[in-house]
């Protein structure tokens, strides 16, 4: 009796680190999709010249995405058919937001278990360590935003100051949203290591006692 009360005990423990281990990557996703922006945008401005070929790489990223799964039915939604006009509404935007957020979350934290299962446990970095990290990666993205103005500023229309305005606060937006998805992310990695910590305690206390 008292085996299966532990056996409980541990399913459920091992779902709720499942569950802080999903709500991990809900804060995790929106960084890496912002920082995916801000690398796309990178690569716009470094191929402004070259904006038959852009445009090629564009409508095969389209078709690719259009034939997933999942992702597909909803961007054959949201793309306009040549011989229809299609509304895209605001529910219909935020609804394929939300339900690509939570699938991404999803995929990732599959894809970590996965990947634990393979090399085993990852070691967590310190929180100080992820925000240095973050915040050199948001120093080199706007030094590319940068010298890619002063590479060809004849293509940008405007003040080379507002320009600089521009790049610095969207430097400045992934480093704050960096900052508070790591934050939160670094603690419920906390949570969830104390939680499987007690769990191992528990299971090495009733080894001990039989």
Known sequence: MNNIVLLQNYFLKLLLSWMLGYMR????????????????????????NFQEQTISAVEFVLEWLVQLPV???????????ENS??????????????SSWAVLSL???????VLSALFGPFQPWALKSKLL?????????????????????????GEASAWMLNFSLISLLVFVVSAYCLSVSHFLGYLN?????????????????Q
């Open 107 to 113: 995929v990732f934290m599959l894809a970590g278990i």
């Open 25 to 48: 990557w809900t804060q995790l996703t929106p960084m890496l999709l912002l920082w995916g922006f801000g690398l796309l945008m990178v690569l716009a401005l470094t191929f402004v």
């Open 193 to 209: 290591e104390a939680l499987l910590a007690g769990e191992l305690q528990a299971a090495d206390d009733s080894r001990g006692t």
């Open 133 to 157: 990290i973050s915040g050199a990666g948001t120093v080199l993205l706007l030094a590319g935003m940068v010298a890619n103005y002063y590479a060809a500023p004849q293509n940008f229309n």
């Open 85 to 98: 006009n299609t509304h895209i509404s605001k529910s219909d935007f935020k609804s394929f937001v939300l």
């Open 71 to 81: 992702v597909g039915e909803y961007m054959t939604q949201l793309l306009p058919d």
